[in-house]
């Protein structure tokens, strides 16, 4: 587990703006994106948000929580329920042998195209199709 003490987290964190411009501003997270899916007016308002005082505690939190949630997936019994699968585009193999002895009914599987990390943000139109089309099936 990574426990980095919070004062020096704070020292070495860029700041809001800055790490928003990083995730945001760019092709975060792999995918065949060559642009931001967010405006410069949503990445001012995440870096507005997130500038305030312990905000980020809860996102830190998770990442310290990763461990635990490793061992209690891996601990749980695999789910039944039929599932649709989306992934960044050029991800889906990797992705589907990673989670199908979890996800033991994935009935549709997909590329996003044109997606890395955000997947609703960078191709909206694709996924809510998909996603109507699990449900509808």
Same mark, same amino acid.
């Given at each position: ?9 704070? @020292?070495?964190?860029?700041? !809001? ?6 995730? =945001?501003?760019? %092709? *975060?997270? /792999? ?39 490793? @061992?209690?997936?891996?601990? !749980? ?6 599932? =649709?699968?989306? %992934? *960044?585009? /050029? ?47």
């Amino acid at each position: 587990m990574i426990t980095t003490p919070r004062p020096l987290a704070r @020292r070495f964190l860029p700041s !809001a703006h800055t790490a928003a411009t990083i995730m =945001l501003g760019g %092709t *975060a997270f /792999g995918g065949a994106s060559d642009r931001s899916p967010f405006t410069g007016a949503e990445i001012d308002e995440y870096a507005r948000t997130y500038s305030r005082p312990k905000v980020l505690s809860g996102g830190f939190e998770l990442y310290r929580a990763l461990d635990k949630d490793v @061992r209690d997936t891996v601990e !749980a019994a695999p789910t039944r329920v039929p599932a =649709l699968l989306m %992934t *960044a585009q /050029g991800q889906l193999n990797s992705i589907r042998r990673t989670v199908s002895p979890r996800m033991t009914n994935i009935v549709r599987a997909v590329d996003v195209p044109h997606a890395g990390h955000w997947l609703v943000e960078e191709n909206p139109q694709f996924v809510t199709a998909e996603l109507l089309r699990f449900l509808d099936g």
